[in-house]
Structure formats: structure tokens, C-alpha cells
């Protein structure tokens, strides 16, 4: 087999994987409300608690879904997701239900969450109806992350966060955390403590794994007064940091870093991100860009989706375009070339 025909048909492969209809994943916002008020926040919280409607389209849609699927996610993002935990728990209880009628099927539960209201019940609430993976960001050393991640009174957060944590690998529970560590130019070189009792306390059970993230401008009010690394920076910012925490066991299963090669959510066709207003986008970050409005779900399942919007994320898919892949949004058409495509393809019709 030729060079060529060999990273053909790895091509093919990776295409067929990213496209198959047998995989769906639902990134769900049961609330776009938040008990925090994150200082580099991108979020408006314009929108409240998900209403009967959208609840019904995603169980109905899940429904219609579930004989043909291998695998299916519920993914649960906010605002925060447990300010509205009993919807969480009403639709993943009728999800893992659904699965439970087909052998094939393989049912899983994650959520993005700040991790104020995980505690030991709430977790162990949320494992009997199949939701067992965690991603929960922390800013620093608690005299750092309390001046970002603020409660939206203005109150502390981190002493209740690590206090869940340590109650969750206390327990026997079947979870997996992922600790999404953030920095900036300002913080960089005051994470050490927080690095050092994470390695202490966390990291010896295989439960929980890490990972950098160093804080972007993404439109939030703050922005001007954040101060970022350069791409350059940060990434060397990042090789020092993971050499901190993981020393020369930086292929750890522990370390949860993302990898060069990886796919976005938007990127692929079969992810859905589902609104607390029964709208239908594609990126957790675009929330107020009109591009990033696809559609609605209705009460019966049904998606509307609006004519030149969703193909656009899932570009890459044909081009294979590393780039494009990992973050379709960047380069985007923007609304006026997708209208003059359509009204194109409705000239060549």
C-alpha cells in the first residue's frame, strides 16, 4: 500500500468516525443562569430555566434516536447546570430508562460545573442516573481563585468547591473529574500551592485527572482588564506547568491535556448544543452570535433547522482541515456570505 493510499483510507476513517449517525451527543443548557459571576466570563444570562417544551422535544427526540444509536451523551453545560439540577435529573433518569431497552447502546453523562453545588448527595443523585464525568475549573490557590470565580453575590467559592472534591474521592462513587486549571500572565506564578495539594490529594486516586487552560478574551465585559498570554507564551506557560504537576509522567492517564489533533464539538455533525430556549446551536462559546442560531427543537422532537446555518461548522468534515477541525468557529462565513451561498445554490437548482 502506497504513502498515499495509506493516509487516504486513515482519512476515510476519521471522516466516517466523525460522521456516523450512530454517535449523538447533546450539549444541553437546563439553565443559562449562574451562582457564579466569573470575572473573565463570556455569558449575558439572559435566559432562565429551560421550559416544558424543550424538555418534552429532547426527551422525544432522544427517543426517536435511541433504537438506531450506539452511543449517546448527554453532555450538561450553563450558565451552571445544577442551579436546575432537577431538569438534570429528569431527562438523564428518562435517558439511561431508554437505554436500558437497548442492548446496543451505550448511555453516558458528563457536565461542565463549577462544582458549588456538587456535593456527596448531588453526586451520588446524579451516578444513579448515569451522569459520571465532571469537568470543574479551578483558578488557582484559594487567596487566587476567589478574587475570579465569584459567587454572583459576591461571596468565596473555593473553600465549598475542594471541599466536594475531597468528599468525591472519599466516596466509592463510579465518577471521573477532570480539573480544568486556569491561568493567565498575572497568575502564572502563583499556582504552585494549588499544584502541590492537588498532587497530594487528588491525583493519587486515578479518578481525577488535570489539565491547563490559560484564559482567553472571549467577549466577556472584563476583557481589557485581563491580562493574556501570547500563543507563543502560553504554550510555553503550559510545558511548565505540566511539568509541575506531572514531573516526567507527562503521558499519565492523569493528564487530561488536550491533543494536538483534536476535534471540536462544533466541528462535528452529529453534536447538538440545545438551549435553555428550545434553540439550537452548535458552539458553547457563540452563544450571542446569530451564526451559532441553527434552529429549535420542538415539543415533538422535531429540529427546525434554519436553511445555510449548519453546514458551515462542520466544514472541516470534507476538508479534513486540522485548523477547521479544531475550532470551526475561527475563519467562520460570516451571515452575509452564508445568504449570498444559499441564494447561489438556489440560482444553480
Same mark, same amino acid.
Given at each position: 500500500?502506497?504513502?498515499?493510499?495509506?493516509?487516504?483510507?486513515?482519512?476515510?476513517?476519521?471522516?466516517?468516525?466523525?460522521?456516523?449517525?450512530?454517535?449523538?451527543?447533546?450539549?444541553?443548557?437546563?439553565?443559562?443562569?449562574?451562582?457564579?459571576?466569573?470575572?473573565?466570563?463570556?455569558?449575558?444570562?439572559?435566559?432562565?430555566?429551560?421550559?416544558?417544551?424543550?424538555?418534552?422535544?429532547?426527551?422525544?427526540?432522544?427517543?426517536?434516536?435511541?433504537?438506531?444509536?450506539?452511543?449517546?451523551?448527554?453532555?450538561?453545560?450553563?450558565?451552571?447546570?445544577?442551579?436546575?439540577?432537577?431538569?438534570?435529573?429528569?431527562?438523564?433518569?428518562?435517558?439511561?430508562?431508554?437505554?436500558?431497552?437497548?442492548?446496543?447502546?451505550?448511555?453516558?453523562?458528563?457536565?461542565?460545573?463549577?462544582?458549588?453545588?456538587?456535593?456527596?448527595?448531588?453526586?451520588?443523585?446524579?451516578?444513579?442516573?448515569?451522569?459520571?464525568?465532571?469537568?470543574?475549573?479551578?483558578?488557582?490557590?484559594?487567596?487566587?481563585?476567589?478574587?475570579?470565580?465569584?459567587?454572583?453575590?459576591?461571596?468565596?467559592?473555593?473553600?465549598?468547591?475542594?471541599?466536594?472534591?475531597?468528599?468525591?474521592?472519599?466516596?466509592?462513587?463510579?465518577?471521573?473529574?477532570?480539573?480544568?486549571?486556569?491561568?493567565?500572565?498575572?497568575?502564572?506564578?502563583?499556582?504552585?500551592?494549588?499544584?502541590?495539594?492537588?498532587?497530594?490529594?487528588?491525583?493519587?486516586?486515578?479518578?481525577?485527572?488535570?489539565?491547563?487552560?490559560?484564559?482567553?478574551?472571549?467577549?466577556?465585559?472584563?476583557?481589557?482588564?485581563?491580562?493574556?498570554?501570547?500563543?507563543?507564551?502560553?504554550?510555553?506557560?503550559?510545558?511548565?506547568?505540566?511539568?509541575?504537576?506531572?514531573?516526567?509522567?507527562?503521558?499519565?492517564?492523569?493528564?487530561?491535556?488536550?491533543?494536538?489533533? +483534536?476535534?471540536?464539538?462544533?466541528?462535528? %455533525?452529529? *453534536?447538538?448544543? @440545545?438551549? &435553555? $430556549?428550545?434553540?439550537?446551536?452548535?458552539? /458553547? !462559546?457563540?452563544?450571542?452570535?446569530?451564526?451559532?442560531?441553527?434552529?429549535?427543537?420542538?415539543?415533538?422532537?422535531?429540529?427546525?433547522?434554519?436553511?445555510?446555518?449548519?453546514?458551515?461548522?462542520?466544514?472541516?468534515?470534507?476538508?479534513?482541515?486540522?485548523?477547521?477541525? +479544531?475550532?470551526?468557529?475561527?475563519?467562520? %462565513?460570516? *451571515?452575509?456570505? @452564508?445568504? &449570498? $451561498?444559499?441564494?447561489?445554490?438556489?440560482? /444553480? !437548482?
Amino acid at each position: 500500500m502506497t504513502v498515499e493510499i495509506l493516509q487516504q483510507h486513515i482519512d476515510n476513517v476519521k471522516r466516517a468516525k466523525l460522521i456516523s449517525d450512530k454517535y449523538l451527543e447533546l450539549i444541553i443548557l437546563p439553565t443559562e443562569q449562574c451562582n457564579f459571576r466569573c470575572v473573565y466570563c463570556y455569558e449575558d444570562f439572559s435566559i432562565g430555566r429551560m421550559k416544558s417544551e424543550t424538555i418534552s422535544g429532547i426527551k422525544a427526540l432522544i427517543e426517536k434516536r435511541c433504537a438506531t444509536l450506539s452511543y449517546l451523551n448527554l453532555s450538561w453545560f450553563g450558565g451552571e447546570p445544577l442551579v436546575a439540577k432537577d431538569i438534570v435529573l429528569d431527562i438523564s433518569e428518562y435517558a439511561m430508562s431508554l437505554a436500558g431497552n437497548y442492548s446496543h447502546l451505550h448511555y453516558s453523562g458528563s457536565m461542565t460545573t463549577n462544582a458549588y453545588f456538587l456535593d456527596i448527595n448531588t453526586a451520588s443523585a446524579l451516578a444513579n442516573v448515569g451522569v459520571t464525568h465532571y469537568q470543574i475549573s479551578l483558578d488557582g490557590p484559594m487567596e487566587i481563585h476567589n478574587k475570579s470565580r465569584i459567587r454572583a453575590d459576591g461571596k468565596n467559592t473555593f473553600e465549598r468547591i475542594w471541599s466536594n472534591l475531597l468528599a468525591i474521592r472519599d466516596s466509592l462513587l463510579p465518577v471521573s473529574v477532570l480539573l480544568r486549571l486556569h491561568f493567565t500572565a498575572d497568575t502564572f506564578d502563583l499556582l504552585d500551592p494549588l499544584l502541590e495539594d492537588i498532587k497530594r490529594e487528588l491525583l493519587p486516586d486515578p479518578r481525577f485527572s488535570a489539565f491547563f487552560k490559560g484564559i482567553e478574551h472571549l467577549g466577556g465585559p472584563n476583557d481589557a482588564s485581563i491580562k493574556v498570554f501570547s500563543e507563543t507564551d502560553k504554550a510555553k506557560a503550559m510545558k511548565i506547568l505540566e511539568d509541575k504537576l506531572f514531573g516526567d509522567n507527562l503521558k499519565s492517564p492523569q493528564n487530561g491535556a488536550v491533543p494536538d489533533n +483534536a476535534v471540536c464539538y462544533a466541528a462535528r %455533525p452529529n *453534536s447538538l448544543v @440545545i438551549r &435553555a $430556549n428550545g434553540k439550537v446551536g452548535k458552539c /458553547t !462559546v457563540a452563544l450571542t452570535d446569530e451564526r451559532n442560531d441553527i434552529g429549535t427543537l420542538a415539543s415533538d422532537g422535531k429540529l427546525n433547522l434554519i436553511p445555510g446555518r449548519f453546514s458551515p461548522w462542520v466544514r472541516g468534515i470534507e476538508t479534513l482541515d486540522i485548523d477547521t477541525l +479544531a475550532c470551526p468557529l475561527v475563519l467562520l %462565513p460570516t *451571515s452575509d456570505e @452564508i445568504a &449570498a $451561498n444559499l441564494r447561489k445554490k438556489a440560482v /444553480t !437548482v
